[in-house]
């Protein structure tokens, strides 16, 4: 799908946002917050109930199997009271790690003190399916797994389908940080088996950051009464009072709710999933297409890009200096990203957020002007570089 009118701008004068949430928000979502709303008002409930019901048929289900609870906080709040509602105290985690957010789940583990392992891959190799296979074959104790969808870290979109597979081969049950990928990405419940998945509403939903939910299938959830560790982030307790009063338990971000709804309402518009998901890999395209062309090198192979986040190498330029190269870039009204490796210099521009491929090619742009005002005659990454990813697998 190539869109030929150009989004209209977030606001004259605002910096568009390359980042992976927050992002560029509509004015009309951003409006959607002058209203103040009672929070055990019938109107709000209504809106918590279509929030709600929304998401779920996002996932796919259209048999009642699955539920959405939304949960207060970021991003984090949600993993955390995803993994201390349905991993039982006697349970064990295999958390697959190939970034920031898989290492951020696992010290979530340490924290809740429940047992776990890690599949540490690094800064970007995707865990496969073989050998989560082998890791549940050698522990018998482990009973979920748990997945980053997008590793926003790098930008790699795991193989969450083949990992599914491997993880009930071998009867367990999957749990998935969708977090950067959901509602842009499929993750259809009747197509990838997993017990829940969570996201937020500052991610491909393209709303305003203020709360998490997740996605649960009905019976896991009404097994997972009393596991919780806390009770503020206790999602069978936040499920049971919505189901009985269609209140949140404490108070919640009634703004960020209502402009959520508006941001639901322009995803629907734009033809859901599918629709956000084509204009977000249009908008990689062109981005990398025009970056390589200035001589910029990505850190992933094709493959395992994802439509979200893209790292580039720095380049090997001494005149290259990456704060100046964000300044400049901000100047021209572009907000990007440092990047998260630990071996070789990067940095990220992200693909999400109410933006097209004309405001990429400005990106571009932006980027090719930047480097001329440093005096970068080569955005050619260090050898260094290279070899780091020739270590990636095909
Ligand atoms: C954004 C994100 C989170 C949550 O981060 P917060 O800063 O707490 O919102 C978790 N996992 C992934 C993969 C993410 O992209």
Not at 29 to 54: H, I, P, V, Y
Not at 88 to 102: C, Q, T
Not at 320 to 343: A, C, H, R, S
Not at 350 to 368: L, S
């Amino acid at each position: 799908m190539t869109q030929t009118t150009p989004l209209p701008t977030p606001r004259l004068g605002e910096p568009y946002l390359l980042t992976p949430g927050p992002l560029t928000t509509a004015y009309s979502t951003k409006e959607a917050m002058l209203k103040d709303w009672g929070s055990w008002d019938a109107d709000f409930r209504a809106m918590t109930k279509s929030l709600c019901n929304q998401l779920v048929a996002l996932a796919g289900d259209t048999k009642g199997e699955f539920v959405c609870v939304p949960m207060q906080g970021s991003g984090s709040f949600s993993v955390e009271a995803m993994l201390g509602t349905f991993i039982p105290w006697d349970g064990k985690v295999l958390v697959l790690a190939n970034g920031a957010y898989g290492l951020r789940a696992a010290e979530t583990m340490k924290y809740l003190g429940r047992g776990y392992t890690l599949i540490d891959k690094g800064d970007y190799m995707p865990p496969r399916g073989d050998e989560v296979a082998a890791a549940l074959d050698a522990d018998p104790d482990i009973t979920h797994v748990i997945v980053i969808h997008c590793e926003t870290s790098s930008g790699i979109l795991n193989p969450v389908a083949e990992i599914s597979e491997a993880v009930y081969a071998k009867g367990r049950k999957l749990l998935i940080d969708s977090m950067s990928a959901f509602g842009a990405l499929p993750l259809d419940v009747n197509e990838i088996r997993y017990e829940a998945m969570v996201s937020s509403a500052n991610k491909c939903i393209e709303g305003v950051p203020g709360f998490g939910f997740v996605i649960a299938r009905r019976s896991e959830l009404e097994n997972a009464k009393g596991n919780s560790h806390s009770l503020a982030l206790d999602i069978h307790a936040q499920w049971a009072y919505l189901e009985k009063t269609g209140q949140w338990r404490y108070t919640p971000p009634t703004h960020v709710v209502a402009a959520f709804l508006e941001a639901l309402r322009l995803h629907a518009e734009e033809g859901g999933v599918a629709g956000r998901g084509a204009r977000y890999t249009r908008n990689r395209d062109v981005m990398v297409e025009g970056m390589r062309e200035l001589g910029f090198e990505t850190l992933l192979k094709d493959r395992w890009l994802s439509p979200i986040i893209v790292t580039f190498f720095c380049p090997a330029d001494p005149n290259f200096v990456f704060n100046d190269f964000y300044e400049k870039m901000k100047q021209k009204g572009f907000i990007i990203y440092p990047g998260k490796l630990t071996v070789v210099d990067s940095f990220r521009v992200g693909c999400i957020g109410r933006m097209d491929e004309h405001v990429m090619r400005n990106v571009v742009q932006a980027a090719k002007e930047a480097l001329a005002e440093m005096g970068v005659t080569s955005a050619a990454p260090p050898a260094a570089a290279i070899a780091e990813r020739a270590k990636l697998a095909a």
